[in-house]
Structure formats: C-alpha cells, structure tokens
C-alpha cells in the first residue's frame, strides 16, 4: 500500500493553491484543473517520465533540452502553439516536467492572453520542492539565466514521487543540496521524516515563506539561502557544477561565514556539514583551481546584492538576509573551504 497523499495549500491571499505529493499523486491532476477548462496545452519534455491522462481535447508541446532552450524563442513558438490549437483564458497550460519546464510553461502561460491558469506536475526532486512552488517564472537571455520573468501562481502542483525512481543519480544529489537548505530554515528534524512527509514538509516551508513575501520584497530571500557562494560558483565552473550541488557548498560556506562574523558558532557549522556531507553525502569542497578574488568579484555582482556583498546567513533570529558584508570575513571563510 502507497503511503496516502498529502495536500499542503499555499496560502497566498486570494489566490491559495494546493500543492499533492505522493507516489500516483498524478491521478489527482483533475481536482486541479480550473472547472472552466476546456482543453489543455500540456507543456513537457523528450523522456519526462510522466504523461498525462485526460478526457479533455489536449496537444503535447514538446520543449528542447537544455538551459539553451530556455528563451523567449521558445516562449513565443509555445504561445503561438497555444493560438493555433484556440487556448482561451478559460483553459489550462500544464507543465510536466522538470524546474526548467516548469518555468518555461509558467512564463508562457503568465504571457499567452495576458495570463492563463497554469497547473505544474513537477517529475523532479529539485523541482518539487523549490521550482514549481510560489510562482517564479522565466527564461534566459543570453546575458544571464532567468533574467526575464513573471510570477505567475499556480492553480495547483503535483509532485509524484513515482517520477523520483527513474531520476538520474545526479538529479536526485541536486535535489537533495536544496533540501538540506530547508532544515537551517526551521528547526524541524526532516531527516525523521519519510521522503513523502519530508518533500511535503518543504513544501509547506517554501509555500509560508512564499505566502508571506509573494514577489520578494524581503523575507522570500531566505530561500537563497546557499545560493550566494552557489551562483558564483556556477558561473565560475562554467556549469560543471550543477544548481543543487552548487547550493550543496554554498550552504557549508554560509556557515562559515556566519561564524566568522560571530552569528553562529563552530558546532552550528558542524551541523551544516552532518545534514549536507553526511546525511545527504553531498561534496561540500569548493573546486580545485577557482580563485578566490574571482568568487568574491562574482558574488558581488549577485543579482541579489543591493548594498554592497549580500548574504543570506543563519544566526541567533535564524536565517536572514544580511547586506554590507565586508571582504575580510568572506575572504577567511572561503580561505577555510579552499
Ligand atoms: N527559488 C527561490 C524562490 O522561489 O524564491
């Protein structure tokens, strides 16, 4: 017997959706489907490992894989798709796949009409718990990642955890360096958790903090939580090193930091490295060769940074965003990890 389904609503004001997650969660997509629509624009990949069944009049649009997908090209061939096929504001996009469907299918449905009910059944650790969850939309140009965007709620979100057991090992790392972030955003103990409890648990994490601070005015950073260090390091690999796993040393980076500026002490890190190293077995060591003027130089240009370095850092109120960090502290705490 599969261990039942959970719903966690994300209780934006006005606009609450629920969010299903479970092994099969997928027969639920009809609960979620706006009561008006009359056919679907089912937005997906080569080799998702979920389809969609439905009684509805429906068209499989196929995106290409990759970040060099990503674009407003893509964007404009979907929503001409979508007029051809006659999609009205009354029917649904669905996006079946990974963080990058996801956004792809989000930003065209949040565009197409002026805006489109979108439903996400999410096949992928990574985005089950961040991607598809709290309505950020968007693609790339080519002078940066997710540089163009909406936030587009959702009307729901299916997360099927059949779609975790084909995942590529590598995926599912990636997945697991943004879980980690969620146990440093509240105390609760995940790892007691089952893997369905636990994604819901982020879930309902991620959709607090989203219903609390929609379009980010503040407290919604928290969730970069890691991804300072992380982006720098992305940029810096040239992408050999995958979002999660970047997050992964990100998140044993910001606990140094933190020390370093006396919000945390050593065993707080020590913590760190248990959840990230230990319980997920992630590497936590910045790669060999990269410099650490040139993380310091990327970090600075972070989209985030408002004032000066911009950290989000765990500390004695929890994890917060701390702006006009100091070079000295980020250079010793990258010192420790290099
Ligand atoms: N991935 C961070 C956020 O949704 O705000």
Redesign the pocket.
Known sequence: MNAPLRRVTVPIEGRAYEVVVGLGAVAELPSLLPPTAKRIAVVSQEGVPVQIETTLPHEVFCIGQGEQHKTLATVGDLCRGFARMGLTRNDVVVGVGGGMVTDVAGFAAASYHRGVPVVHVSTTLLGMI??A????TGVNLPEGKNLVGAFWQPSGVICDLDALTTLPEREVRCGYGEMAKYHFLTGDDLLALDLTDRVARCVEI?AE??ASDER?GGR??I??YG?TLAHALEIATEHRLAHGEAVAIGLIFAAHLANELGRIDIARVDEHFEVVGVAYGLATDIPRGLDADRLLDLMRKDKKALDGLTFVLDGPAGVEVVPGVADEPVLAALARML
């Open positions: 961040d991607a969850i709290g309505g950020k991620k903090v989203v980010e919604r950073a969730l970069n991804h």
